[in-house]
């Protein structure tokens, strides 16, 4: 089992759907990431978390540290969020863990 | 803009080869992951540094890989001999970590092609 679990692996929605991504862990963490990579692209960082609820724009995360549990949510979908999200536990000591990443595409 | 710098963006070498993939992490940041990418795996952290000490090199292959940072300024991952199952996108990124936590800012990468 891996220590960081997406879901789903896939999604395909509709521009102006809400969607929400999920990941679980089983680590202890200090901080858990959520980063976006577009096809071909690089890699960007949208939120840390460790704790609570955060929002920068049409995203908003949220981590439920008891649950080992986080959710990126994209209100007002649009075809340009489509990319890759993925999940990351920095673990004590630094190290980080990977998802698996979560394919989105946004049809219009 | 600060950001974090790597070179060369695109390598294609034959196997046996050495590779060395140079990192130019921000400024002031504190810690330096090293990390691979490949369709099959997704991103795999292959080591990293704080205050340039290496903390955790386990996810590299010990006999082919080696990860220093001989300054602040630079960090280096080097693959000698190179492999075709080297091919990967290889990322860097720095952050300022503070108690676990810190945001984490990654570079273009580097896409390796090994023949």
């Known amino acids: 089992k891996n220590e960081v679990e997406q879901s789903p692996q896939n999604l395909t929605a509709q521009e102006g759907e809400f969607i929400t991504i999920n990941c679980s862990y089983s680590v202890g963490i200090s901080a858990l990431h959520w980063l976006q990579q577009h096809p071909g692209g690089g890699i960007v960082s949208l939120f840390m978390?460790?704790?609570g609820k955060k929002k920068h724009g049409r995203l908003i995360a949220t981590i439920n540290i008891q649950e080992k549990h986080s959710s990126l949510h994209i209100t007002a979908s649009h075809p340009r969020d489509s990319a890759v999200y993925i999940c990351a536990a920095m673990e004590y000591g630094n190290k980080l863990v990977f998802g698996a990443g979560t394919i989105l595409r946004v049809k219009s | 803009d600060a950001r974090v710098t790597q070179t060369p963006r695109h390598k294609v070498t034959e196997m046996g080869q050495e590779v060395t993939m140079r990192c130019q992490p921000i400024l002031g940041h504190n810690t330096v992951f090293w990390y691979r990418q490949t369709m099959m795996q997704g991103l795999e952290l292959l080591a990293y540094?704080?205050?340039?000490?290496?903390?955790?090199d386990s996810g590299m292959p010990k006999d082919r890989f080696s990860a220093e940072m001989p300054d602040a300024t630079l960090a280096t991952l080097k693959i000698q001999p190179s492999e075709p199952r080297d091919s990967a996108v290889y990322f860097c990124?720095?952050?300022?970590?503070?108690?676990?936590?810190?945001?984490?800012?990654f570079g273009e990468g580097s896409r390796l092609t090994v023949l």
């Open positions: 540094f704080r205050n340039r000490a290496p903390l955790d």
């Open positions: 990124a720095s952050g300022l970590v503070i108690r676990g936590t810190g945001e984490l800012f």
């Open positions: 978390l460790s704790s």
